[in-house]
């Protein structure tokens, strides 16, 4: 069967004559493509190598890594970074807006550069295909930055599962409170018509990328792009690669030819639909058998929307904002976001009953760490392209569900297309703004 990013194959072991000057023992040099907000902790989290390069569209959101790294030459354009250091760079951090992953991505690892990329991997279907084909292309060393994926917790979720834990599992229930929950963002708005200055330290024109033009407007940056559909993905894109990360592993829905999926959202208005996501939605997925394990049906919902208690979860149990539940014929096991935190099989009585099985997954020694290591001729990191692309395509696939509501959509995974709605299929590679290109 095919996967949700084509044919899997293996990355190869990148031999330490790759690095050039910077032998497996030594230190890379890498690059940041964005410097303020989240960046900063994937910049902290590589600091033990030499940071050479950093650039920011905002020189008032890089200005504290500026600083903390002095020798660091600066930049506004990744592209004028990447062409002029070329010889000087030897891996890249992408940490961009969601709209702008793909571009910056791409052209470093046609370049020969290992890049880590922010979750989700990119804003359209197209571009995660793409990238995830083009580092296997190129043979460079990748990771996504859905951090979770390298915890304890998620490892022992899919040992549980294999283990038989709670038996079959037929149906898996993933929530989030955002967009209105946690770190939330605006939604279900019209686009601003005010037209207020540029701030002179934001190239506006750099910012956008490859979105088309609109013009500047604080509504759209530093944070609430998320709820704008041109720049960011909404509650599923936000989170999806988290929440959904555990059970996508451990019930290898990567492992399909065909998913369908489905969605209801609340407030619909078709003009504001077509600029924001919606307050609040739930998206239906489908997965056929994957070789012994049964179908599977997979509700996501967000916009603090919970899911059906279990008749058996005890009555004082809470169930947060964020996390998954799966229902198992034996059983069921219900986890927070991020690499399954606070792990537990449901009710409590099974979980002291149950014996926890042998280890047989290997173990991180830290997201950033892992790509590291990997860059320097080590194992692929676990959340490498190959497996985070297929990954955020299942989340993208909710999220376009989610701009084609209440119509179900059957998504042909080797092909990539829906097999049964031209107009739902145009939202797989929407085009760019002249002058960008994947």
């Known amino acids: 069967m095919g996967t949700l990013a084509g044919s899997a194959a293996a990355i190869t072991i990148v031999p330490s004559h790759v690095l050039g000057r910077n032998a497996p023992s030594n230190k890379l040099n890498i690059a940041a493509i964005a410097s303020g907000g989240r960046a900063r902790a994937n910049i902290n989290g590589t600091r033990s190598e030499n940071i050479v390069a950093l650039c920011d569209v905002d020189g008032k959101r890089a200005e504290k890594m500026f600083k903390a790294y002095p020798k660091a030459r600066k930049y506004k354009d990744f592209r004028k970074m990447l062409d002029e250091m070329d010889n000087s760079i030897d891996a890249v ?80 229930y993933a929530w989030s409170s955002r967009p209105s ?9 019209k686009r601003p018509e005010d037209t207020p200055p540029v701030p002179k330290e934001l190239d506006w024109d750099l910012w956008l990328g490859p979105a088309q033009y609109r013009p500047y407007h604080p509504a759209y940056l530093p944070f609430d792009w998320r709820g ?37 959202t609340t407030h619909f208005v078709p003009e504001i639909m077509r600029e924001t996501y919606p307050v609040a939605s739930v998206v239906r997925f489908k997965f056929p058998a994957r070789g012994d394990m049964p179908p599977v049906e997979l509700t996501w919902s967000d916009g603090r929307l919970r899911p059906p208690r279990p008749h058996d979860m005890e009555i004082d149990r809470k169930i947060g904002g964020e996390g998954a539940l799966l229902i198992g014929e034996n059983g069921n096991i219900m986890h927070g976001s991020h690499g399954a935190g606070g792990l537990r099989i449901v009710p409590e009585t099974k979980m002291k009953a149950y ?48 701009r084609n509501q209440n119509r179900k959509l059957i998504w042909d995974v080797k092909n990539m297309r829906v097999t049964n709605d031209a107009e739902a299929d145009k939202f797989v590679n929407p085009p760019y703004r002249d002058g960008w290109t994947l």
């Open 355 to 402: 014996d926890l099985p042998e280890k047989t997954l290997p173990r991180s020694q830290g997201h950033h760490k892992d790509w590291i290591l990997a860059c320097k001729g080590g194992k692929p990191a676990s959340s490498n392209f190959d497996y985070g692309g297929p990954l955020t395509e299942m989340a993208l696939l909710g999220v376009m569900a989610i």
């Open 93 to 172: 951090l992408v940490s961009t807006p969601d709209h702008c992953h793909a571009v910056a991505a791409m052209r470093a690892i046609r370049m020969g550069k290992h890049v880590y990329c922010e979750k989700p991997l990119a804003h359209t279907i197209h571009e995660v295909r793409q990238i995830t084909e083009a580092a296997r292309k190129h043979k460079v060393q990748t990771q996504m930055g859905n951090q979770g994926h390298s915890s304890e917790q998620i490892r022992m979720m899919s040992e549980w599962i294999q283990d038989g834990a709670i038996g079959e599992v037929r149906k898996v």
């Open 181 to 189: 929950g946690g770190a939330a963002f605006p939604v279900n708005m």
């Open 228 to 264: 704008w559909v041109d720049f960011g993905t909404g509650a599923l894109g936000d989170m999806g690669c988290h929440i959904l990360d555990p059970v996508f592993w451990a019930l290898k829905l990567g492992e399909v030819d065909t998913v369908e999926v489905e969605a209801t």
